[in-house]
């Protein structure tokens, strides 16, 4: 708290700045690729509207919950704070299964080759990494789970594990958007700014993450 308020007004204010656009970027891509994939149009038509449901708007407001300087809960206690994350992580991760299921189903039913695009690729490990990033979270909540362990110290693993995964979440958004069913609906100036949702979440997710635990190696030193 002495550390936020010793911080000049400008960074503080430029990181709510962000916070806020963050989540208003987030919010618009899903409804955007929701609008564009229309699901239950197709059946690969929920593919894309149930990954981005999960990477760009589960995965990027479960994180945002503890930001301090944008959180929509940021009033609550800590202990709710960490409900309403573990809900969300918990939606991402059902989104995230539910859309590799239906498109590698989709691809066996028209005799397509599984995983050969590196979106593909990228996709597929992603949604394995968040599935282990959920599961290794359980000490969190169950800390008789990790004897021997602080709770201090699964936080800190947490919390870097977890920006890895959101980035490469953000990563597979990002080579989505370079896929054949994105570019032939989407182009010119209008792909560019799509491309900029989760570039610039990541970006601010990044800088959250950094900036907390740079915050508590301060206090600590």
Known sequence: MLLSESEPRLFRFSRLLFGLFTH??????TVFVAILAKPGSSLFSWHPFLMTLAFSFFMTEAILVFSPHS????KLKHQVKSRLHWILQCSCVSCALVGLGIIFYNKHV???PHFSTWHGLMGVVTVCVVVLQSVAALPLIYHKLAKGWSLAKLKRYHAAAGLVTYLLASASLLLGTCSAWFTSSVGGNAWYVTVLCPAISALTIMSQVTNAYMAKKRLQS
């Open 110 to 112: 028209n005799g397509k």
């Open 24 to 29: 208003l970027l987030c919010a618009a891509f």
């Open 71 to 74: 959180s929509p809960v940021g």
